[in-house]
């Protein structure tokens, strides 16, 4: 009988293991972020910007809902447009990524704005930036605050 016992606690444990190792498998990201770019920006700056390219990698539209940072007070998506032959910018409050679709975020275009440093940010210094998506998943992804010539960007912020 202890024999037996102790047989069936060993089965009884094996499975639970193999259980808790299937559970802890992590799925895809729903969302992939590559090409991110945080250009320098001068120390007096109040704003800097993120670009990047987000990929869908799920069968679902994904929602950004909201997106923060350590190192900067708010961080907000933006969308510049010619209107009327001026640039106009607007805050999105979400961005919607279509299943399977890439969207590129980049100069003249959707982009991220991180609002208000917390401390100067030079060359090098890690940027990490959380994103939340209305399912209730987090991504979160670091980077370098980087040496870019943005020529084209706009300098009104």
Not at 36 to 52: C, F, L, N, R, T
Not at 111 to 132: G, R
Request: aromatic fraction near 4%; hydrophobic fraction near 45%; charged fraction near 20%.
């Amino acid at each position: 009988m202890k024999k037996l016992l102790s047989r069936l606690f060993i089965l009884i444990m094996a499975t639970n293991l193999s259980i808790a190792t299937a559970a802890a498998k992590p799925d895809s990201p729903a969302l992939s972020f590559e090409k991110i770019i945080v250009p320098e920006a001068p120390p007096v700056a109040s704003v800097m910007i993120a670009y990047m390219t987000i990929k869908n990698n799920s069968n679902k539209k994904q929602t950004i809902t909201h997106i923060m940072s350590p190192q900067f007070e708010r961080v907000e998506i933006h969308k510049m447009s010619m209107a009327n032959g001026m640039m106009d910018m607007k805050q999105m409050k979400t961005l919607s990524i279509k299943p399977e679709q890439t969207i590129v975020l980049e100069t003249g275009g959707l982009h991220v704005m991180l609002i208000k440093p917390i401390q100067v940010l030079k060359l090098d210094d890690n940027v990490e930036i959380t994103f939340t998506l209305s399912s209730g998943e987090i991504a979160t992804i670091n980077t370098q605050v980087s040496n870019v010539d943005l020529t084209n960007s706009h300098h009104h912020h």
